[in-house]
């Protein structure tokens, strides 16, 4: 088991969780083949950094590709990858169900997270499969009833008063020292679960563009992550264009990146509907910035509005996201991609998580002794 | 096509929604043999009524069939088929897609359905997909909130004031005349795609027990018609014991089956949590009725409090079920199974469409400061 830091080259024999440097670490690269085998897991068995513990799965993974017809605008072949069809419906329970098959394996009693949505579910979940106590931090702000999402696997929810976006780093300090095991963004295992997206795609389809909602960046890196593997182990002949997504009122990677920075900073009042990527200071930030510019690859932000527009789309396609999800089709209209170009959007999670912000349709109303007007 | 109907034996060569006596008809049993292919469509490509419209699929069924604990208490080994994970979250997107591919071919412009829950979200969901109109019947009682999740995929949400019963009946009659293809709860073509539960558990397992939550009956219905459909072409070696299971407070299957009465009567005053299976007067009762005495089965009917009890047991394992879902382990603790059988407890929805109605955790609340107790 060897990590590095992708930003300052320092290598680990141990899985810790960041870099001395402050970046995040990451698995070198594996080598390995395809198998036959019922999921991800299995068929790519290879390329995980810790034994998947099959036992416990939900059957997270093994997502469906769906066909979209509105790519037909702009002259795209556009596919849906569908993560809404996961254990705890989000691409998060790839990433928690591998870091929690490690956790289990070192012997950790308790595991982390900090998170309102998708993954504070996600995480409170897993741990109750496999047995581990769940500490869920969550901000001082989150409603009841959205945390009775969260709460109803039985993992602990704690409700943090304070400056929440310290959180993340005060929680991985704390839970090595109390022996806490937290899976947070961006955890390497995590990032590791998200490969499995890249290898489903690529057994279906060889896309030209990929569309990735960003906040932290966890999920971008381990989607390039698995693309790249794929390619360096012979697996595909190129590597797709990735596109970081974000949304207007909370995109410091596009920021960074359009205006040449170094390095990613804080984003100041961000304001998005998109409250599932609304991290205004990214911990993988700089991580995928470097990505962008080695690969050359694209950072587009979405107006809220956009968003919405495009939430509604998807809706007529059979699909109900929540706000973060539906950026990648928001941004197929100011990408103005080549003709023809093959291009997976990822859908990373279930409308009905925020069904509050979900826009209505129209509702009439109807005597039962006119209903024939009615459905005329 | 050949339609028969399971009460009086009368046949049809067009695809009626009911026989004249009233009772239900279903489509013959068909012959063939399993294929290789990726989708339980294709698989079992000579089951179907119709050919199922592949192009307009969002990747429904092939659900995950997930080991559990909860069952060592009883001495079984009890597996959840976790139909949750459907593009919307129930499994009606099975037998929504197989009646869509034939309102499509069938030359519809419009369809309908008559629900306020998974099945009006589904049949919203995938007119749009198909390119249909939808008009979805609901109960005048239906929050808003829960409408959202059925009228944001653009279907066309009708709220019908007066006798909600009389709806199925005259949704049925009134489409007919209308041109308005009405995709209820046990219509043929819907039946005909819940056969795929039956053919990828026994995919996976040989089982001796399969528990499922019955209201309409229309569920149960496509269930044992896979099983019977794969034992006649000799695919398996014998047919699992099929459990009805019902919420007491609304149990006309189970009350007319141990009370040994010929016919479903209307149950009074119904009142469950399990609103997902709350039909007092199910349409396919007298059918389902029919198989539980022919092949010797059961019916189990459990409390509101056993199925909350059984909800939250059921979340400790990952799974966040709506109350409905959670009947099938509820009924485990009251049935008394055979050392070391083989279980399926069908968990047929989303938890998150019944969120108000969940059990929620504690959640405790904690200062920044004070971090490092809290996580103790």
Redesign the interface.
């Known amino acids: 088991m060897k990590l590095r830091c992708p930003i300052c080259g320092k290598t680990y024999d141990e899985p810790v969780q960041r870099c001395e440097c402050g970046e995040p670490v990451e698995f070198e690269l594996f080598e390995g083949e395809p198998y036959i085998g019922k999921s991800v897991w299995e068929r790519f068995w290879d390329f995980w950094p810790v034994e998947p513990a099959l036992?416990f799965?939900?059957?997270e993974g093994d997502?469906?590709?769906?066909?979209s017809r509105l790519g037909d605008g702009f002259g795209v072949k556009l596919y849906l990858k569908?993560e809404t069809?996961?254990?705890?419906?989000s691409f998060k329970d790839r990433g928690t169900f591998l870091a929690m098959s490690y956790a289990l394996k070192a012997g950790y009693k308790a595991v982390?997270t900090v998170s309102t949505g998708n993954m504070a579910?996600s995480v409170s979940?897993?741990a109750?499969?496999f047995g581990l106590k769940a500490?869920i931090?969550v901000s001082e702000s989150a409603s009841?009833?959205k945390?009775?999402?969260?709460?109803?696997?039985?993992?602990?929810?704690?409700?943090?008063?304070?400056?929440y976006g310290?959180?993340y780093f005060?929680?991985l300090k704390?839970?090595e020292?109390?022996g806490?095991y937290f899976i947070n963004s961006d955890n390497p295992f995590r990032i590791e679960g998200y490969k499995g997206i890249a290898f489903e795609i690529a057994e279906e389809l060889t896309p030209d563009y990929i569309l990735i909602p960003t906040s932290s960046g966890g999920l971008f890196r381990g989607v390039a992550k698995g693309f790249i593997e794929l390619y360096e182990n012979g697996l595909i002949d190129s590597i797709p264009k990735l596109i970081a997504v974000q949304a207007k009122g909370c995109s410091p990677i596009c920021k960074a990146f359009l205006e040449g920075k170094e390095k990613v900073e804080r984003f100041e009042n961000p304001e998005t509907i998109a409250k599932a990527i609304a991290n205004p200071y990214p911990p993988s930030g700089n991580a995928v910035l470097r990505l962008l510019r080695e690969f050359g690859w694209g950072c587009v932000s979405v107006s809220d509005d956009e968003i919405r527009k495009a939430q509604?789309e998807l809706?007529?396609?059979?699909?109900?996201v929540q706000p973060a999800s539906a950026t990648g089709v928001a941004a197929l209209k100011k990408l103005n991609l080549p003709e023809g170009a093959k291009v997976v959007s990822i859908l990373t999670g279930?409308?009905?998580?925020a069904?509050?912000d979900?826009?209505?349709?129209?509702?009439?109303?109807?005597?039962?002794?006119g209903?024939?007007n009615?459905?005329?």
């Open positions: 036992e799965s939900l059957g997502t469906p590709l769906v066909k569908n069809v996961n254990p705890t419906w982390g579910a979940a897993y109750s499969r500490k931090l009841d009833e945390l009775k999402a969260v709460s109803v696997y039985g993992g602990e929810v704690i409700r943090v008063f304070g400056d310290r959180l005060e929680s704390l839970g020292k109390l806490v509604t809706a007529t396609e059979g699909l109900f279930s409308g009905l998580r069904l509050k979900a826009p209505a349709g129209k509702i009439t109303e109807c005597p039962l002794e209903l024939k009615c459905l005329r």
